[in-house]
């Protein structure tokens, strides 16, 4: 009996110890699979160098082809062409998660990525339309069909800390813009030179010759760049243990209300149809469409704006620079927040720093270039908020294995938004001013802060999450 007892300690002795050094790998492998998820989303989140771009953009459109009456204002038809493709993306993203795995769904989205940068060589130097088409629509469905995959895939891996595991993948898009922004500038404007034609109507444009010339190279080399990169990122990406007992072990889990870890898979028609019928999930996507409405004209139109009081355009290529580290380390900081405590809190911290650096934006005018820098990056701060919560919401609210599914119906938000705001965008500026413009934005948060209130924090079967 005694060695019996003795046999027994000394197995369960081996298997704690077996248990805690497989654990340890699988900790390493999820700390793989984040990174392999940033660098892929790093890449992603270039679109972010939007701002800082399309200036040169309609500056060589302008120059060099046919559509000589083209204003910085009208690069919100590229951003628009990019929102329409948007919600497509991400279900489809989703469906090839489900069939072919979070490797294979992510690849081909990357594909999809790489080609519209690389098509936007020859796009660029025929028209505004063409260019919409493939740094606008193509680009973007690549993006949002890769974008999902890795998110949902990280949720999974640290199942206690969705928001957290949320944020800290999508803190490659918001870094996105950090490093290439300054490859943009540096190799398209090395020697910082600023729009030195202005129009009748006060707007700004680049009329150099070297560096008007360096533009449609600039999409290929990024192509290149961004393959390299999605290529490691992707080598890392694995799915995790699927055995319930195991993950709960191993990655110290607690389970969810239903008994289930990653809940139940719907199919794609129930998911969509649930999340249309809920309240909850109406004011997500209600708040999402605020605040993206609001942040459509900082995106688009910062540095056309801060064109009229800042004569200094590597100044402003640093702006987007600094604001996307902003927009990206603050990522997985709103998932702490939401993590710690919940919805309401977070989402009202996200409204009213919106609002209140919107409306006052306007004041930096005076105050000098670093305040505008500081108000920008303050705006993204803000504004990024809502891509760890509402991901990890929807995500509660039905299930994390249906978490890209709903991101479909959260990009739709978005994709919804940024089409009025851009189409919205190219007259209200003539009409309202940029003064006016900002204010009408911050308004939007303001709307979306008191629409929060009607979120109860249940799931669809009244349980708490």
């Not at 989402?347 to 009213?352: A, D, L, S």
Request: net charge positive; proline share 3%.
């Amino acid at each position: 009996m005694v060695n019996s007892l003795i046999s027994l300690s000394a197995s369960t002795d081996l298997f704690k110890c077996n248990c805690g050094r497989f654990a340890d790998v699988v900790m390493i492998r999820a700390a793989f699979v984040i990174l392999g998820g940033v660098l892929v989303h790093l890449c992603l989140g270039s679109f972010y160098v939007f701002g800082n771009l399309t200036p040169y953009v309609i500056s060589y459109l302008r120059n060099r082809t046919d559509e000589h009456t083209l204003r910085n204002v009208d690069n919100l038809w590229i951003m628009n062409a990019a929102n329409l493709v948007s919600p497509f993306g991400m279900v489809f993203g989703g469906v090839l998660d489900r069939r072919l795995g979070v490797r294979a769904a992510t690849a081909i989205g990357c594909c999809i990525f790489c080609s519209g940068w690389a098509l936007t060589y020859f796009t660029v130097q025929k028209s505004l339309v063409l260019v919409s088409l493939s740094y606008g629509a193509l680009t973007q469905f690549g993006l949002s069909t890769a974008y999902g995959p890795p998110v949902q895939n990280a949720s999974k891996w640290l199942p206690k800390r969705p928001a957290l595991a949320v944020g800290l993948i999508v803190c490659g898009v918001g870094g996105g813009a950090m490093v290439f922004n300054q490859v943009i500038t540096a190799y398209l404007n090395p020697d910082n030179l600023s729009p030195d034609f202005e129009s009748s109507d006060g707007q700004k444009y680049f009329t150099d010759k070297g560096l008007l010339d360096r533009l449609p190279t600039l999409f290929l080399i990024l192509a290149g760049i961004y393959a390299v990169c999605q290529i490691i990122g992707i080598a890392a990406l694995s799915k995790p243990p699927e055995d319930e007992v195991e993950a709960k072990r191993l990655l110290n889990d607690s389970r969810s209300s239903d008994g289930q870890i990653h809940g139940l898979r719907l199919s794609v028609k129930d998911v969509l149809l649930q999340m249309i019928k809920s309240k909850n999930s109406n004011i997500v996507l209600a708040f999402t469409f605020l605040i993206q409405g609001g942040m459509v004209f900082a995106i688009s139109l910062y540095k056309a704006y801060g064109q009229t009081f800042i004569n200094d355009d590597h100044f402003l290529a640093t702006v987007g620079s600094i604001s996307s580290v902003f927009n990206s380390i603050c990522r997985p900081l709103w998932g702490t927040i939401y993590d710690k405590f919940g919805f309401q809190i977070a989402v009202k911290f996200v409204c009213t720093l919106f609002t209140c650096l919107s409306c006052t934006i306007m004041f930096t005018e005076t105050m000098g270039k670093y305040p505008f820098m500081l108000w920008i990056c303050g705006l993204y701060a803000s504004f990024c908020g809502i891509f760890s919560i509402c991901p990890t919401t929807l995500g509660k609210l039905f299930g994390v294995d249906n978490m890209v599914i709903t991101m479909g119906l959260f990009f739709s938000a978005l994709s919804v938004s940024s089409l009025c705001a851009g189409f919205i965008g190219l007259n209200l500026q003539s009409v309202l001013g940029w003064h006016g413009l900002f204010v009408f934005g911050g308004s939007l948060g303001a709307i979306a802060f008191f629409v929060t209130f009607f979120f109860d924090g249940k799931d669809q079967n009244g349980k708490p999450i």
